[in-house]
């Protein structure tokens, strides 16, 4: 005949007493390093341990900026502005050379007067005798057509002594004379440009009642 259920409980939970109730007294026994931990509960996570309203925060989203925004300058800088387009460069224009006056150049009775009163040197070609008759004053005796005229200019130049380049006026009778034009040649030869040839000559300069001298 089986013994009644609740013998057969009541044996059972014996046994597991005296089996729980031996644990314990050999955990106390044991070392502190080889006894049990008997804690079953794990730590809540500090999210859940808060009080409520106080959970973590999601930290806000940033906006999106895109790949090819520009970076700022620095305040007071100011971006640099685009490079023009070139433009081909148009063909050179051929420069004119400055046209050289001519070494030999009439001038009017005005500007003969403005020479006079200037200090420039001036030639009378014409005859030796007409000279003493009356000439400009201070103007040089050197006619044309007679023998000494090269030493009569080697003469002028050794007192005056005029660069190439300076203006020497020449002047004759006037009219149809030729005597000054000559004159600018034989110089022109010799190297000097800038030879003014007063063309109404001493007529025009006694006509005017312009200042006049005498003798040799």
């Known amino acids: 005949m089986r013994p009644p259920w609740h013998s057969t409980t009541l044996r059972i939970l014996t046994l597991g007493g005296t089996a729980l109730l031996a644990a314990l007294i050999a955990n106390r ?16 996570s500090p999210a859940l341990a808060k009080p409520p309203g106080e959970l973590e925060r999601r930290a806000p989203t940033l906006p999106k900026v895109p790949p090819s925004a520009p970076e700022p300058h620095p305040q007071g800088a100011r971006p640099a502005a685009a490079a023009p387009a ?7 224009v051929p420069e004119q050379a400055p046209t ?3 070494p030999i150049t ?21 005859r030796s005798g ?3 008759e009356g000439h400009l004053p201070g103007a040089w005796n050197t006619p044309v057509w007679e023998a000494d005229l090269d030493d009569r200019l080697l003469d002028f130049k050794a007192q005056r002594r005029p660069g190439a380049g300076d ?33 109404e000559g001493y007529p025009d300069w006694v006509a005017r009642s312009r200042p006049v001298e005498r003798g040799g």
């Open 29 to 44: 026994l044991a070392a502190p390093a080889r006894r049990l931990a008997w804690r079953t509960a794990l730590p809540l």
């Open 86 to 92: 070139t433009k081909p460069a148009a063909p050179p």
């Open 100 to 102: 050289a006056p001519a």
């Open 106 to 126: 009439e001038i009017s009775s005005q500007e003969a007067w403005q020479a006079f009163q200037a200090g420039l040197p001036f030639l009378d070609a014409r």
């Open 130 to 132: 007409e000279f003493t």
């Open 167 to 199: 203006a020497i006026v020449i002047y004759c009778s006037g009219g149809d004379c030729q005597d000054s034009q000559l004159l600018a040649e034989k110089l022109l030869a010799q190297g000097y440009f800038h030879l003014l040839i007063y063309r």
